[in-house]
């Protein structure tokens, strides 16, 4: 039975290391970590391997970078994630795209390899171009000589699928700026790579992994359930990412459009109640969508049930089939990283 305490969080909390601070050291405030997904494996493997550049070694990009089996160059803006690259055995490039500094030429040898593109639309209220980043890293790996690209976009194109199913097939329908602006990336991305490489577009939901789950919130009682959380939705664990990837960059594969995601839809309230059940929380209040802030709300409104079945013809299958495997692994990485509190040991 979920515990309450007061202001709503978990009994547990104390004793749990939050998802802020994983994420001052491993997410977007900080260096990157790798959470002990797949080791690189031998380095002098690893340099008979085929090249891959990936643009954009955030979340997604580091666990790709980690599984890749050759040689791997990953770009950031930042120093520090720059050094935390290198000391992973990634090699940093810093490239500040669309920021009108000159870019790196990176080795010949790179020339015929691959790239996967994590980079989305710019957010940013004030940009003038939201697509301007994307388009300098394309033309930029026009000219190491890439041969083929993965190019993670969002099911964010299909719009609102009231609760209907989509697939790798189903027309893109976006009903936001959000969805419009990926299907615009996917079109801009197409454009520029026709006739010059392969290009797989793989289409995400909500991703998630340690350091990149509902914990925190909960814990903190900051989470809201809006509208019931009643809607359709998938999750993908991060490294279940990079596998399919690795499986769009075979020689077999011949590019298009593809879903990668888990294999069970569920209802948000699901996912929230069985989180809640093993962190020890009382399940949190329901509130409208009118409530939440406009540029979230399409995160709420898409509920859709996503089909993978056209990547998993290739061979591919999540190791991760529903958050049920997925959370408590994410959970157990992070705990692994929280040295045992005092009284613990």
Wanted: net charge neutral; charged share 25%; with cysteine.
């Amino acid at each position: 039975m979920p515990n309450s305490t007061r202001g709503g969080g978990c009994a547990k909390s104390d004793s749990r290391r939050s998802q802020s601070s994983l994420m001052t050291r491993g997410g977007r405030g900080g260096p990157l970590r790798s959470w002990g997904v797949a080791p690189m494996g031998d380095a002098a493997v690893r340099e008979q391997g085929r090249p891959v550049v990936v643009c954009g070694c955030g979340y997604s990009g580091r666990a790709i970078a980690e599984h890749w089996p050759g040689p791997v160059w990953g770009t950031t803006r930042s120093e520090e994630r720059a050094a935390d690259l290198e000391s992973a055995g990634i090699r940093a490039v810093q490239a500040a795209f669309a920021a009108g500094e000159p870019l790196p030429t990176l080795p010949e040898s790179v020339a015929g390899g691959a790239a996967v593109l994590t980079m989305g639309p710019d957010r940013s209220p004030d940009v003038r171009d939201p697509h301007a980043a994307l388009a300098e890293a394309l033309d930029w790996l026009i000219r190491q000589g890439i041969t083929d690209v993965v190019y993670l976009s969002s099911t964010s194109v299909y719009g609102r699928s009231r609760g209907g199913e989509v697939t790798a097939a189903t027309p893109v329908n976006p009903e936001d700026e959000m969805g419009l602006r990926r299907v615009e990336a996917e079109t801009l991305v197409r454009d520029r790579l026709q006739g010059r490489s392969r290009l797989s577009t793989l289409r995400l939901p909500g991703i998630y992994g340690p350091g990149r789950t509902i914990r925190q919130r909960l814990e903190a009682g900051r989470y809201r359930l809006v509208e019931g959380g009643t809607m359709f939705s998938n999750r993908i664990f991060v490294d279940d990412i990079a596998t399919a990837v690795l499986r769009l960059l075979d020689e077999d594969v011949r590019g298009g459009i593809w879903i990668a995601c888990d294999d069970e839809p569920f209802q948000v309230r699901d996912m929230v109640r069985f989180a809640c059940d093993h962190l020890g929380c009382p399940m949190p209040p329901e509130v409208p969508l009118s409530s939440v802030p406009e540029r979230i709300r399409p995160f709420w409104q898409g509920n859709r049930r996503c089909n993978a079945d056209r990547l998993k013809a290739l061979g591919w299958a999540p190791r991760w089939p529903s958050y049920r495997e997925g959370l408590p692994e994410a959970w157990r990485r992070e705990d692994e990283e929280q040295p045992p509190a005092e009284g613990e040991r």
